[in-house]
Each structure stands twice: as C-alpha cells, then as structure tokens.
C-alpha cells in the first residue's frame, strides 16, 4: 500500500505480466479491485469489498468468529472486554470488530473500549499500554491479529500484571509464534493450506471463465482456546 500501488498495478496489467491476480488484506473502499473491474482483468478476493458488482472472494467469517469469542470471554466473567483494532478501512477489521461489538451488546455490556493501530507487534504494545493506563482497566484484550496480541502481552507484563489470570489477551491468525509466547496465546485461524488451496482453484477457474456466482465462499472459524485467556491449552 502506498503512493505507489496502483502504478504497480498497471505496469503489471498493461505489460501483460500477469494474466490474473489474487487481492489481499482488502479494503472497504478497493482501488485496486475496482480498476481490475473495469478493465476486464481476472481477479480473486481473499476478503471482500464494498463493491455491488459480483466477483470472486474467499474469506473467514470474522464477525461470527469474534462474536463467539467475546461470548466466551463473558461467561467467564469478563465485563470490561477491550478491543485492539487494526485499521478499519480494511475489510477484515471492520467484520472483527462488528462481532466483537454484536455480543457485548448482547451481553448488555458498554463497547467503549475501542483502538485502532496498524496490525503489528508496536501496534498491539501500544494500544495495550494506552488502555491499561485507562481508570477502569479492561480484564481482557481481544486483539485483531496475533501480532497485535503478541505486542499487548509485553505491555501487561510491563504493568506487572500475570496474563491468562490478571487479564486475557486474544489474538486471531495463530502464527507459529502464538503457540510460543508465554502463556501460549488464544487465537483462531482460517486453515491456510485450505485457503491456499481454493484460492488456486478459484484463480484457475476464474481463467476458465467460470461464473463469478459461483466463486464466494465464507468459511467458519478454527478457535483455538490456550493459556493467555486462562483456558484450556491446545
């Protein structure tokens, strides 16, 4: 992303070096999808867009993902649940934090304790520090990727504070690093090689001339409940 990123696109398009793309980390508000569109170039979504046209996306059910989640964290007991947001022009933040904001409503529970970082390790250290320093401290973070909840597990132990029983942290993606960190982090994930996989065949058949109605799929989310939520480690 940058200044730069639809010059690359069209050097790509226009020179013929590519004969279809795959987009990622898509936006609310997609340049870059709406250009290919109009040129007629084949494209597949991992996530989606705004967009009213039909096209091909493969994507993780983020809003149902975090909604359980938050709803997990509420039966243990959690009443101040703070969320760590990536930015919210991306697509995927905006469906976490929706599912997020759905069950504390429906917990009958404020959803006031809400920031916005890049998805980062800094991102997630400096959220974490700002809302721990807050007057009514949160007992846990749900974090929007794991990079993000890994930066807020340094910052609770920065404040002395024991994750997994003074405060929960949670993440979502579960890099190899979650199940390192220590206590090993709760997150959840949309299977990769799964992901991979029908996003090759998505491409393939998007090539083929496939009916774009046919190439969208949303897929349920792997909850992997471990320590730093002080719940079963997996």
């Known amino acids: 992303p940058g200044k730069d990123e ?21 936006r609310h508000q997609d340049e870059r999808i709406a250009d ?11 996530g989606r867009t705004d967009t009213t046209e039909p096209y091909a996306f493969i994507d993780g059910d983020g809003e ?14 959690h009443r101040r649940i703070a969320f760590l947001s990536a930015p919210t022009h991306l697509t995927f933040a ?24 890049e998805p980062t390790e800094e991102g997630g250290f400096a ?26 597990i340094r910052a609770a132990a920065d404040r002395g504070l024991t994750v997994g029983s003074d405060i929960a ?12 960190c220590q206590p090993s982090l709760t997150t959840m994930e949309l ?3 799964l992901i991979g996989a029908r996003l090759a065949d998505m491409v393939l058949a998007r090539l083929g001339g496939a ?17 730093s939520s002080g719940e079963t480690i997996l």
């Not at 976490?96 to 429906?106: H, V, Y």
Request: aromatic share 4%.
């Open 211 to 227: 009916d774009l109605r046919d190439l969208t799929e949303i897929h349920g989310l792997v909850q992997m409940p471990r320590g």
């Open 169 to 180: 942290i949670t993440g979502h993606d579960n890099i190899p690093a979650a199940s390192y």
């Open 64 to 77: 149902e993902g975090f909604h359980s989640l938050t709803a997990r964290l509420v039966a243990r007991g």
């Open 191 to 193: 299977p990769t090689r």
């Open 127 to 152: 959220l974490a520090h700002r809302v721990l320093d807050s007057h009514a401290r949160p007992t846990a973070l749900i974090c929007a990727t794991d990079r993000m909840a890994i930066g807020a």
């Open 6 to 26: 639809m010059a690359v696109y069209h050097r790509l398009v226009e020179g013929r070096r590519a004969d279809a793309f795959i987009i990622v980390r898509t």
């Open 36 to 46: 290919l569109m109009a040129k007629g170039v084949p494209f597949v979504c991992h």
């Open 94 to 117: 905006g469906l976490r934090l929706a599912g997020w904001r759905r069950a504390m409503q429906a917990a009958d529970l404020a959803a006031d304790i809400v920031e916005e970082a």
